[in-house]
């Protein structure tokens, strides 16, 4: 199965950088998304990485090393509205290619 | 729609009786997810469904527990005997059939809030 870890919480200040990082563990790696999930709402889509390095869509960045089992997901310049809960989610050749999802990351961002 | 419905958005019911939720997917997506979500949790994996296979059930809780999909659009998620613990959000998701289109991500409905009284 897969296991894959990330941070219960964090907080961080208007403006700021945050980092959230998640690491996992699958016998047949075939991608990792990143959601935001506000609270009361559907989770919705961010990012993607299936290969090695950074992708930078906006203020969000994210992050992957298949070699690690690592990902990161960058939050630049803080706003109110970025206070929400970040999913990293793995998708496994050896699991019929569906998302697994860790438990989340509830990020507070303070003024 | 544009987007992944659900129905009903909430449902209160008693212990022991039966509900049933559906979802409609995004039209062409022919993988369909449930998972479940209670509160301030992650997603919980229910059960998959990839145009005609056999659906990965391998996430159901029960036997209690058990979902179709009929015509390779429409499912319904049954819930027999409610009991307390399965109160929880329920989310559908819709995605093009992803071993041919990884890099398409799931794209999730409003969910189900489901309360048992």
């Known amino acids: ?111 | 729609g544009a987007g992944v419905s659900q129905s009903p958005s909430n449902k209160v019911t008693e212990k022991g009786k039966d509900v049933e939720l559906r979802c409609d997917p995004i039209s062409g997506h022919t993988a369909l997810y449930w998972y479940r979500q209670s509160l301030g949790q992650g997603l919980e994996f229910l059960i998959y469904f990839q145009g005609n296979s056999a659906p990965d059930k391998s996430g159901l809780p029960s036997d209690r527990f058990s979902a179709e999909r009929t015509g390779g659009s429409v499912s319904t998620l049954t819930i027999q005997r409610t009991q307390q613990e399965d109160s929880a959000v329920y989310l559908c998701a819709s995605s093009l059939r992803p071993d041919r289109a990884s890099n398409q991500p799931q794209h999730f409905g409003d969910g189900t809030r489901l309360s048992i009284l």
Not at chain 1, 10 to 27: K, L
Not at chain 1, 36 to 43: D, V
């Open chain 1, 1 to 111: 199965g897969q296991n894959i870890d990330q941070p219960t919480e964090m907080t961080a200040t208007e403006g700021a950088i945050v980092q959230i990082n998640c690491t996992y563990q699958t016998s047949g790696f075939n991608g990792l998304f990143w959601y935001q999930q506000h609270a009361g709402e559907a989770p919705t889509f961010l990012s993607y990485n299936v290969l090695d390095g950074l992708e930078e869509k906006g203020r969000f960045s994210s992050f992957l090393s298949r070699s690690k089992g690592y990902s990161y997901l960058l939050l630049k310049e803080l706003q109110m509205k970025d206070s929400a809960s970040y999913l990293c989610a793995v998708r496994d050749k050896a699991a019929g290619n569906k998302l697994t999802f860790g438990g989340g990351t509830r990020v507070l961002v303070k003024p």
